[in-house]
């Protein structure tokens, strides 16, 4: 999966984002914009529901970049090079150049660390 633009770079690695990353962005904000805030919290205006729609959605892409960014950062310090980070329609993905050198350096590429230093 190739990024269709950068959006920059995070702890030295480059973010990418590929086009179907819309559509799923679409779907969060119009489906809390038009369909479940209106029906859970009637009589609001529609911008508010629309802010809160799209506030939602990128909340969401944060946390999926957080996510990915864990990964990368945790390879990178167990000495496996990191291409980079694409966020796409189901997901994101960090692309690593290489394995990891152990069967431990894996486990913690793959499931890094909520708190604390790896």
């Given at each position: 999966m190739r990024a269709t633009f950068t959006l920059g770079?995070?702890?030295?690695v480059r973010v990418g984002v590929h086009w179907s990353?819309?559509?799923?962005?679409?779907?969060?904000?119009?489906g809390l914009a038009e369909g479940r805030l209106p029906d859970v919290y009637p009589g609001r205006?529609?911008?508010?529901?629309?802010?809160?729609?799209?506030?939602?959605a990128t909340v969401f892409f944060a946390s999926?970049?957080?996510?990915?960014?864990?990964?990368?950062?945790?390879?990178?310090?167990?000495?496996?090079a990191v291409d980079d980070i694409v966020?796409?329609?189901?997901?994101?993905?960090?692309?690593?150049?290489?394995e990891a050198s152990t069967p431990a350096a894996e486990l913690r590429i793959e499931v890094p660390p909520l708190f604390g230093s790896c």
């Open positions: 770079r995070i702890a030295g990353i819309l559509i799923i962005f679409t779907l969060i904000a119009l205006s529609w911008w508010s529901y629309w802010l809160i729609g799209l506030i939602t999926l970049l957080a996510h990915e960014l864990a990964h990368a950062v945790v390879a990178r310090r167990n000495n496996v966020l796409w329609l189901l997901g994101g993905v960090a692309r690593l150049r290489s």
